[in-house]
C-alpha cells in the first residue's frame, strides 16, 4: 500500500544540524523527494533522489537513502532561523502518475 | 519560464454557495495538473489529478470536482460548500519524474 511517515516535531538549536526522518512502504519507489512549506506559502520542491542513490548531498542538505530500510533522511547543516518551515517527505512509484506525501514535519529553531 | 498561477488568494464563501477555483500553468506543455487539500496547516490530501484535456481523476469521494477544459488549465469546483470544505487549496503541475511544482495556495473559509 501507500503509506509515507514522519515525525511531527522536531525543534533543534540554531547552528545544530538538523535530521529530518520518513519511511515509505512502497518497494517500487522510483523517486524521493524533499519539499518545504513555510507559513501560509505553497510548497517548495528542496531536493530529490533517484531510488538507485544512497546519497545526495546540495550545499546544507544532505538525503540519505536506505532502499532496504524504506528509510530516507534529510539533514540540514548550520540550521538558522529560516529553516523554520514544514518538511514534507514524498515518494514516486514506477506506475503511478502522482506522488504520496508524508504528513510533514514540524522544524523548530530555538537561540 | 515554467510559472503557475492560483487564484485567488484567500476566499470566504457561505454555506451552500458554489466555488469555483481556478490554476493555470505557463511554460511547459502537456503537464499532470493536481488539487491538495491541506487541513489545519498538515498534511496533504491529494484530490484529483489529470493527465490530460478532460482526464481527471478522483481520489477522494466528496463534495468536490474537477475540470481540465484547456491542456494548462486546471479548475476545482463544487456546487454547494460544506464547513469541512474549509482548508488551503494547493494546484500543482508536473512534468517527467522531477517533482511537482505548486501554487502558493488558496485558503478556503466556509461560514
Known amino acids: 500500500g501507500e503509506d509515507v511517515e514522519q515525525s511531527l516535531f522536531l525543534s533543534v538549536r540554531e547552528g545544530d544540524s538538523s535530521v529530518i526522518n520518513c519511511t515509505y512502504t512502497?518497494?517500487?519507489?522510483?523517486?524521493l523527494y524533499w519539499y518545504k512549506q513555510e507559513p501560509g506559502a505553497g510548497l517548495q520542491l528542496l531536493t530529490y533522489?533517484?531510488?538507485?542513490?544512497d546519497m545526495k548531498q546540495d550545499q546544507r542538505l544532505t538525503v540519505l537513502l536506505n532502499k532496504k530500510d524504506k528509510h530516507l533522511s534529510l539533514r540540514i547543516a548550520d540550521t538558522q532561523t529560516g529553516d523554520s518551515a514544514i518538511y514534507f517527505c514524498?515518494?514516486?512509484?514506477?506506475?503511478?502518475?502522482?506522488?504520496?506525501f508524508g504528513s510533514g514535519t514540524r522544524l523548530s529553531i530555538r537561540p | 519560464s515554467q510559472t503557475i498561477h492560483q487564484w485567488p488568494a484567500t476566499l470566504v464563501q457561505p454555506v451552500g454557495s458554489p466555488l469555483s477555483l481556478e490554476c493555470t500553468v505557463e511554460?511547459?506543455?502537456?503537464?499532470?495538473l493536481y488539487w491538495y487539500r491541506q487541513a489545519a496547516g498538515r498534511g496533504l490530501q491529494l484530490l484529483f489529478y489529470?493527465?490530460?484535456?478532460?482526464?481527471i481523476s478522483s481520489e477522494v469521494p466528496q463534495n468536490l470536482s474537477a475540470s481540465r477544459p484547456q491542456d494548462r488549465q486546471f479548475i476545482l469546483s463544487s456546487k454547494k460548500l460544506l464547513l469541512s470544505d474549509s482548508g488551503f487549496y494547493l494546484c500543482?503541475?508536473?512534468?517527467?519524474?522531477?517533482?511537482?511544482?505548486f501554487g502558493s495556495g488558496t485558503r478556503l473559509t466556509v461560514v
Open positions: 500543482a503541475w508536473s512534468v517527467g519524474d522531477h517533482g511537482y511544482t
Open positions: 512502497d518497494s517500487s519507489s522510483t523517486y
Open positions: 533522489i533517484f531510488s538507485n542513490m
Open positions: 514524498a515518494e514516486k512509484y514506477s506506475s503511478a502518475s502522482k506522488i504520496i
Open positions: 511554460g511547459t506543455s502537456n503537464p499532470n
Open positions: 489529470s493527465v490530460g484535456i478532460g482526464q
